[in-house]
């Protein structure tokens, strides 16, 4: 065989040495098959899942495929405040997707009123929920919330007028 990738060939079989293994035992902790091992020890082609495992199973965090490339397990050198902005990214992505299939289930359903108060109530709350998707501004957002909480705190009584009290009652 033809070794492509010597340096990976050699670090895989350095690090074999190194944590005393056999091939057979490795191919077993990887759950990878003996040929897969052989073949990745000799520098030829395996796959990235191959090389994940393997990796795993020697407890490599990263290793060198070839002329300064390495392949690493972990997110060193990528800036946390990055990865936070991507997120926020696709939530507001996935909102706006929401959203938009929100409208075309909506437009897609014949435009019959609604007959019942159940139906009026459900045509509401689905009118409600796009309209939630698509605040994206956090200040939007807390306006929105009070402005909710407002309604939806009971009115106090009238002067002379009483509430009636609801009382527990245990079984």
Do not use: W
Request: aromatic share 2%; glycine share 8%; proline share 6%.
């Amino acid at each position: 065989m033809n070794a492509q990738h010597p340096e990976l060939g050699a670090a895989l079989k350095a690090l074999k040495e190194a944590r005393g293994v056999s091939q057979a035992r490795l191919a077993r902790i990887a759950g990878v098959s003996r040929r897969h091992v052989s073949v990745a020890l000799a520098g030829g082609n395996i796959t990235i899942s191959i090389l994940k495992k393997l990796m795993q199973a020697l407890r490599a965090q990263s290793i060198p495929i070839g002329q300064l490339t390495e392949v690493s397990g972990e997110l060193g050198g990528v800036d946390a405040a990055v990865l936070v902005a991507v997120a926020d990214q696709l939530d507001h992505g996935i909102g706006t997707i929401s959203a938009a299939a929100t409208s075309l289930r909506m437009y897609s359903k014949p435009a019959a009123p609604p007959t019942s108060v159940n139906a009026k109530a459900a045509a509401l709350v689905c009118d409600f929920a796009a309209r939630v998707h698509r605040i994206s501004d956090p200040v939007e957002l807390a306006a929105f919330e009070r402005a909710l909480d407002e309604a939806l705190r009971p009115d106090p009584p009238a002067r002379g007028e009483t509430r009636p009290v609801r009382r527990r009652t245990t079984r």
